[in-house]
């Protein structure tokens, strides 16, 4: 299998279903002369030009709303936030338009629209611009929300998302993009709402999502040097969630850690925690741990940043708790 | 025009104000619940500048959207159902007196955001040019929403693009319980057009007939230039800003005073001048009204409530 980039992967995502549907377009800032803040649209203007690669001036809310306004006539807009940051000035877009319009119409109308782009904490970039906002995100009905870690994975749920009926959000890891993976060759989908098991294992359940994949899977090869055997779930759409594959595994291992980007106080893994008391507490043999964010506004120096964010530390120090091992 | 059309737009008027008489009867015998904001003295805004426009161009506009339905033609009686909140309504009744959408119509719906749905109206038009077709929308919200950023930034878009769209401001003089004057920096808002490089114009939205020429002047340069235009379109609304509303922060006096504008007694006035419509025919049409009306009530009122099956259907497709 060929070895690309996260970055290249979501590119031939985007580049395919392009071709494939003369309805897609990709608008958003820089998307087309610049060819992308983080170069994921590189060359899309060149191959589809100035009618299907649209660069917008700085304006969120408005940009959001011509993505919604073009997908209830029957296009399939991706639009690109520079970064998910920016999200927060579209949300009422987001929100009470993307999410709900098929709704308040009793069914009349779908809106068939990506919203994409980076998330999640980066390196040294403060507070305004290193944030994870998914659990906001999966609070609302009528959105999906999707996060992959991997090149293969971003590439075949770009796909299946650009195809889906529904407003998904789709957030990239900003610290992603140059990481490398296998990716199939050929034509692909990964389905939305079907979880992902990264790594097989017997001894406990690690529950993570988008970067802290790549975090779970490097403190499980540490925990396999010490016998402990880890399996890694990886949700890869966080709404609609995988419950199923979730309460196989934690029914086998009965013992949970759950580990995300974003603020531990609301965060998803509480969701997905409470999901699992209420499933499947009787198969539970230790309180679950979450790893997650402290709960302050990302600093800029270095050394507070990696103090604020989950480290493979932590992660292993949560799997001994599970495990009682002090 | 011809006297038939002439005597249509005076038809769809009256509909629209007998319907929303009705509402507030309803609404006062708690038929209907939520916010219920009425169209009435608005009525020439809707009707002249849908009149204006092909059954395939598209209509969106805010949560004061009852007259834009019924004069894009969605039937009287499941508007009423919607706001009953019964299973027959255009909505399922899942949307309510703020959410009547028609997508048989092509109208857009019913937004409750001030302004959230002005970009919508631009994503529409986005869409005509992307396809190569030749339909306009028609976009109408409140004088609130003119100092909302997605107005800006949609008039910003629209320019920069050329898109097929009319914005039609709905000003009448108060947001809520707020007087523009007390609002808006530069209160002469069809001149923020200029900002935008588009053309923009005073409208006098208690004559139809004006409303009527200078949107179809607009939507020509839409469809056939691919030209925005922003019309600030001056109207009254008769009622309070919702049904709860007894509109203290306004005379009595400027009310009736307003009130002597009334675009449906005015243009009557004039029909009945021109020799166009006789008495009698108007107290038949009258007739004739008032029985779809009543009859939109029984319909709603017969209708079911929607099943609680309905409750997780629509959220996703």
Redesign the interface.
Same mark, same amino acid.
């Given at each position: 299998m060929p070895v690309i980039t996260y970055r290249e992967a979501l590119n031939q995502a985007l580049r395919e279903e392009m071709r494939r549907d003369e309805r897609v377009f990709l608008m958003g800032e820089e998307v087309g002369l610049y060819q992308g803040a983080y170069k994921v649209s590189q060359g899309l203007l060149e191959e589809f030009g100035e009618k299907r690669v649209i660069d917008t001036p700085i304006t969120e809310e408005a940009f959001t709303g011509v993505g919604v306004g073009a997908a209830m006539v029957g296009l399939r807009p991706v639009i690109e936030m520079m970064t998910f940051n920016f999200s927060i000035v579209a949300m009422d877009q987001i929100v009470n338009s993307a999410a709900k319009i098929r709704y308040m119409s009793g069914g009349q109308f779908k809106i068939p629209m990506v919203i994409r782009g980076p998330g999640g904490a980066a390196h040294s970039l403060a507070a305004q611009h290193s944030q994870s906002l998914e659990a906001w995100f999966c609070y609302v009905p009528g959105l999906k929300v999707v996060m992959p870690g991997v090149p293969k994975d971003a590439k075949g749920l770009l796909k299946s998302a650009i195809r889906d009926d529904n407003p998904v959000i789709f957030i990239e890891g900003e610290l992603l993009y140059g990481t490398k993976g296998e990716v199939p060759e050929g034509e692909y989908t990964i389905p939305l709402g079907k979880a992902d098991i990264k790594r097989k294992g017997s001894d406990v359940t690690i529950i993570a999502y988008s970067k802290m994949v790549l975090l779970a899977m490097e403190a499980a090869e540490e925990l396999a040097k010490e016998g402990i055997e880890v399996e890694i779930v990886d949700p890869l759409t966080l709404k609609p969630l995988d419950e199923t594959t979730i309460l196989n595994s934690v029914r086998k291992t009965n013992r949970v850690v759950i580990v995300e980007e974003g603020w531990e106080f609301g965060g998803f893994g509480a969701q997905i925690a409470e999901i699992i008391y209420r499933k499947a507490f009787d198969y539970i043999d230790a309180p679950i741990e979450r790893v997650a964010a402290r709960n302050v506004p990302m600093p800029y120096a270095k050394n507070l940043e990696m103090a604020t964010i989950p480290n493979k530390a932590r992660v292993i120090e949560a799997v001994k708790k599970v495990l009682y091992f002090d | 025009m011809d006297s038939e059309k002439l005597i249509e737009m005076y038809r769809q008027m009256l509909l629209i104000r007998r319907f929303e008489e009705k509402a507030a009867e309803m609404y006062m015998m708690g038929k209907i619940g939520g916010f219920c904001h009425l169209y009435i003295g608005q009525e020439a805004v809707a009707v002249g500048a849908i009149a204006a426009i092909r059954k395939d161009d #598209?209509v969106i506009a805010s949560y004061r959207e009852h007259g834009h339905a019924l004069a894009v033609g969605t039937e009287p009686r499941r508007i009423m159902a919607e706001l009953f909140g019964k299973a027959t =309504?255009?909505?399922? *009744?899942? =949307?309510g007196s703020m959410?009547i959408? !028609?997508?048989e119509r092509n109208f857009? $719906? *019913?937004?409750a955001?001030v302004g *959230?749905?002005?970009?919508?109206?631009? $994503?529409? =038009?986005?869409?005509?040019n #992307?396809?190569g077709k030749d339909q306009v929308v028609l976009c109408f919200f409140g004088d609130g929403a003119v100092n909302t $950023?997605?107005f800006h930034?949609?008039l910003?878009?629209a320019s920069?693009w050329k898109l097929p769209v009319i914005y039609i401001c709905e000003n009448n003089f108060y947001g809520m319980g707020t007087a523009v004057t007390r609002a808006m920096a530069g209160p002469e808002m069809y001149l923020k057009a200029k900002a935008y490089d588009i053309p923009g114009e005073l409208v006098d939205g208690m004559n139809v007939l004006e409303v009527w020429e200078k949107v179809g002047k607009a939507v020509e340069r839409a469809r056939h230039e691919k030209i925005p235009t922003f019309l600030e379109v001056r109207t009254y609304r008769f009622r309070g800003h919702s049904m709860s509303d007894p509109a203290l922060y306004r005379t009595k006096e400027e009310v009736n005073e307003q009130r002597k504008r009334d675009p449906i007694v005015t243009f009557k006035q004039k029909l009945i001048a021109e020799g166009i419509l006789s008495e009698e025919k108007f107290e038949e049409m009258e007739k004739e009204i008032k029985a779809i009306v009543d009859e939109a009530v029984e319909f709603a009122e017969k209708s079911p409530e929607p099943p609680e099956e309905w409750l997780y259907? !629509?959220? #996703?497709?």
């Open positions: - | #598209y =309504g255009i909505s399922r *009744g899942k =949307g959410h959408f !028609d997508a857009l $719906g *019913g937004h955001i *959230g749905h002005i970009p919508l109206a631009t $994503g529409v =038009g986005f869409a005509i #992307y396809e $950023g997605v930034e949609s910003n878009l920069l259907e !629509d959220v #996703y497709a």
